[in-house]
């Protein structure tokens, strides 16, 4: 069983409007949160690192929410555009080895229309 | 943008065939990483390295082998292609960060791989 979990699998919106992508995990020991934005044919991007203290993070029109407690995050994308369309990736860093292991989620790939 | 290269972008070839997917960063980073992703699914890590003369198999058993003789370059290799290698192979590096926080990773366009 994966141990990082997206919803939905998939979104279409309308240029213009508000979206949110919604992160859960249980990966044990916890360092870090990612969201990535990979567009199609291309590699993952960072967009916003979350450490355990921090709950709220802002990139532009991207803010991603943090809450350790419950190990669920969220990526709020504020007055989409077309370039938003892609794939939105949800990795957790564990802090159990000097490598700083990654999972990742299978994403959620967004649609944006005119 | 992240200095970070992959070459080919995109390889169709036969069954059988001996194929080598660059990359190469010039950033200078310690730690680089393959991973392979299928449409609509995770990345999976299948080798990564710290160093020059380190490489370590990851999470996901791979037939590919990988060569770290050069700090910027790290390429995979397939001895022998099979359809089942049919995949997206991307590279990522990574510096060890100075007060042990967290190592953003890098990643390179990947090179989409499809075996006849």
């Known amino acids: 069983k994966n141990q990082v979990e997206q919803s939905p699998q998939s979104l279409i919106i309308l240029e213009g409007k508000n979206c949110t992508l919604q992160?859960?995990?249980?990966?044990?020991?916890?360092?870090?949160l990612r969201w990535y934005k990979q567009d199609t044919g291309r590699g993952p991007v960072s967009l916003t690192i979350m450490t355990f203290s921090e709950n709220t993070k802002s990139n532009g029109r991207y803010t991603a929410t943090l809450d350790a407690d419950t190990k669920q995050s969220s990526l709020h994308i504020t007055a989409s555009q077309l370039s938003d369309s892609a794939s939105y990736i949800c990795?957790?860093?564990?802090?159990?080895?000097?490598?700083?292991?990654?999972?990742f989620g299978r994403g959620t790939q967004l649609t944006v229309w005119p | 943008e992240a200095d970070i290269y992959q070459t080919p972008r995109y390889l169709v070839i036969g069954t059988g065939k001996k194929i080598t997917l660059e990359c190469s960063q010039t950033?200078?980073?310690?730690?680089m990483y393959w991973y392979q992703q299928d449409p609509g699914m995770e990345l999976h890590l299948i080798h990564y390295?710290?160093?020059?003369?380190?490489?370590e198999k990851g999470d996901l058993s791979s037939e590919s082998t990988v060569s770290r003789i050069r700090t910027e370059h790290f390429p995979l290799t397939l001895e022998s292609a099979r359809p089942s290698h049919t995949s997206q192979y991307l590279c990522?590096?990574?510096?060890?960060?100075?007060?042990?926080?967290?190592?953003?990773?890098?990643f390179g366009p990947g090179t989409r791989l499809t075996v006849l």
């Open positions: 950033m200078g980073h310690d730690k």
């Open positions: 990522a590096s990574s510096e060890t960060p100075r007060d042990n926080s967290y190592n953003e990773q890098f």
């Open positions: 390295s710290y160093g020059v003369n380190s490489t």
């Open positions: 992160c859960n995990y249980t990966v044990s020991p916890f360092s870090n």
């Open positions: 990795v957790v860093s564990d802090r159990g080895s000097t490598l700083g292991r990654l999972y």
